[in-house]
């Protein structure tokens, strides 16, 4: 993927304000394949030789906001603290 300029990242959160009130209130299963719907397509529109690095790039992306996206749904009260990965919890419970 090119580089993330501040215009791109805010159109993207713009988008995803959209797709969060599409999803909302759908079942797990459907917001699911339609998110693996959207990533296909991502991914097919690429060269067949630059498909399983955009996957990767794309995979890490969400692993690196994945941490961020809990910590907001704790400070909202939609889930537990419980809910931060092992290694979050570990060190909270260190300090």
Same mark, same amino acid.
Do not use: C, N, Y
């Given at each position: 993927?090119? $580089? ?19 999803? !909302? ?7 699911? !394949? ?9 991914? !097919? ?10 996957? $990767? ?32 919890? $570990?060190? $909270?419970? !260190?300090?």
């Amino acid at each position: 993927m090119s $580089e993330m300029t501040e215009a791109k990242i805010e159109r993207s959160d713009e988008l995803v304000k959209i797709a969060r009130g599409v999803l !909302a209130g759908e079942d797990a299963d459907v917001q699911g !394949a339609t998110l693996a719907q959207l990533l296909a397509m991502f991914i !097919a529109g690429h060269h067949p030789g630059l498909r399983d690095q955009q996957r $990767e790039t794309l995979l890490h992306a969400a692993r690196m906001l994945e941490d961020v996206e809990v910590e907001i749904m704790i400070s909202q009260g939609r889930v537990p603290p419980e809910w931060r990965s092992r290694e979050d919890a $570990e060190v $909270e419970a !260190a300090q």
